[in-house]
């Protein structure tokens, strides 16, 4: 029985033997290569691979491949070589239809080639409705050439009705980001007051930047602006001072200057005349005023060759005018400051500066006085607030008043921020105390405070504390008092808040009705929460990131994401502590729609977003972390050392 074992164990052995034998000698070896599961992005690799050795047939194999699988940068590659005949017989066709594919997946490049076909229309039948499309689309991406494509189409009507508004538009978001042609256009469009209004010394700056490119019309036009300064008519000074200020010139600027100067002396006797109230002696001696306003000589050999002789018979007319209205509007505010409406009542009178009125207007003038002085007392005491809070209502009151306040607001940024950094200061150089980060707000909280904590972890000069809850947010909860209880027992220097993925829904109030969701009473209702939880912050001197929305996965929310992102942007400007850190461009693709995967710390691409399309991964937490952090050390670097990792 053991010996009959044995003899079927080998002949089984001897069965299996044979069968390997088979297939080795019926069946290539597969190569390491074809071994390896190859999607679209190792196929295109692949191709690359085969191009750089000479393989240029396998190379084009391997790039259709990886296009017939929708990689968008092997469809554009393999569109290039039919457009150029390189490896592969030229075919327009092939190549315009793999352009297509690429272009509607997003790709600029595509788009831009594309576009250019169909707008020159020498390898395809022209088709400017087809090339205006595709250039919005990489224009809207940011493509610089594509936008000043788009101006240059719209200024010389080019398949679209000509429009200069629009090519202006298009010529200045170019210009803005340094494409030098859209910088000569947008000049040439300021000088000549063609869809923009006439403004030379903007036309001066963007020929400048041009020219600094060595665009030679450019460097053209500034020359001849130059040379054109000192013989402007007279009338025409206040554009002279601001073209001379535009080239940087001080010889320029002082003459200019000098020559303002006397013609606004000359014209200050014409309306002395007027504000003691002698019309006819307006009228009567006018004439030797107008021969003050005369710019003759040639203001130290700048004007050379002639003097500009304006003739200001209409500014008396204006004077007299102006005269035979005076009467009319001394009733009117009479009428006005027994309606006890003041503020009317100065409107007025400050139009017409004679002595009769700004009798009148004197109680109104008064009282706007005391208000402003008052402003100023809390001014000088350095409650900056309190100008803000008090001055704000007064600000149509008078110009003094708007510009107090103004200052104040300035003021009390510099001096929060000045307050906050040596808070933050004394914190790090406090051994025995930390640092304290809060992250406050819903899940995403959570996640957000893990990422923190993790980043911070390896320095002791960091604490990292949460106050969050599930499935909360400003319209079930009113976050201030719950965060000051936190802020009553713990000393708290930065905040960050994240919160309203849940607030799409009523508003919860104690002991009140609930307010409908998007209703106008809860909008109101929803930023007073927004403004008391940044007031306490502020109050606190806690530095404070808000969290932007991100974009999520379910589009019934996207209307929702947008609205309280608003919000929260629109409210945190008017706090110095608090800075609104949109991720909304962190959490789409390259076509501005929500996409799951994208680049993480490392640069790698990675799936970020968890399966709700709310949440995120882990690295998606840590890409928001490492965003978090940079922002801060950007505003405070001298936490860098303190805070970074490693």
Known sequence: ???????????????????????????????????IVEGAEGLFEKAERYEQKGNALQAVNEYRKAAEQGLAKAQFKLAMLYHDGQSVSQNMTLSVNWLDKAAKQGMVEAQLQLADMYYQGTDINQNLNKALGLYIQAAMMGATVAQFKLGKMYSTGQGVN?????SAQWYHKAAEQGQ??????????????????????????????????????????????????????AGQLKATSEVAAAFDNPELQRLTAQAHHKMKVALAELQLLYAKGDYEGVITQGSAQIQLLYAKGDYE?????????????????????????????????????????????????????VPELQMVAADAKSQQDIALAELQYLYVKGDYAAVVNQGSPKMLFSE????????????????????????????????????TIAIIGDSQADGIWAAIYRELRPNKNFSVIRETRTASGLAALDWRDKVKGLLDKQRVHIAVIVMGANDGQVLIRKGKPRLAYKS???????????????????????????????????????????????????????????????????TVNEGG?????????????????ANDGVHFTTKGYDLLTRYILESLYQDFPFLKSEGQNG
């Open 400 to 435: 003094a008043i708007q510009k107090l306040v103004k200052e104040a607001e300035t003021a009390y940024v510099e001096l929060k921020r000045e307050q906050i950094k040596t808070t933050l200061q004394a914190a790090l150089d406090d051994k025995a105390a930390n640092l």
């Open 162 to 166: 000509q429009d200069w508004a629009r």
């Open 301 to 353: 050999g700048v004007i050379t060759q002639a003097s500009a002789q304006i003739n200001y018979g209409d500014d008396i007319k204006k004077w007299v005018d102006q005269a035979k209205k005076v009467q009319a509007a001394l009733a009117e505010v009479s009428e006005l400051m027994a309606a006890t409406k003041l503020q009317e009542a100065y409107d007025v009178a400050v139009a017409f500066e």
């Open 180 to 233: 030098v042609e859209a910088q000569f256009e947008l000049g040439m469009m300021y000088q000549a007051g063609k869809g923009v209004s006439e403004d030379l010394p903007e036309a001066v700056r963007w020929f400048k930047k041009a020219a600094e490119r060595e665009h030679v019309e450019a460097k053209q036009w500034l020359a001849r602006l130059q040379a054109q300064v000192p013989v402007m008519e």
């Open 593 to 609: 729609k929500y996409s799951a995967y994208g680049l993480d710390v490392t640069g790698r691409k990675r799936l970020l977003r």
């Open 520 to 586: 106008p009473s809860w909008k109101t209702a929803y930023v007073q929460r927004v403004k008391n939880l940044m007031g306490l912050l502020e109050d606190r001197n806690i530095l404070t990131f808000w969290i932007g929305l991100p974009a999520v996965r379910r589009e019934s929310m996207k209307e929702q994401v947008t609205m309280l992102n608003g919000f929260y942007e629109k409210t945190a400007a008017s706090f110095a502590a608090v800075r609104f850190l949109p991720i909304w461009h962190l």
């Open 1 to 35: 029985m053991r010996v009959n074992n044995v003899l079927s164990l080998l002949f089984s052995l001897a069965i299996l033997i044979t069968i390997v034998l088979l297939l080795f000698f019926l069946f290539p070896i597969l190569t390491l290569d074809e071994r």
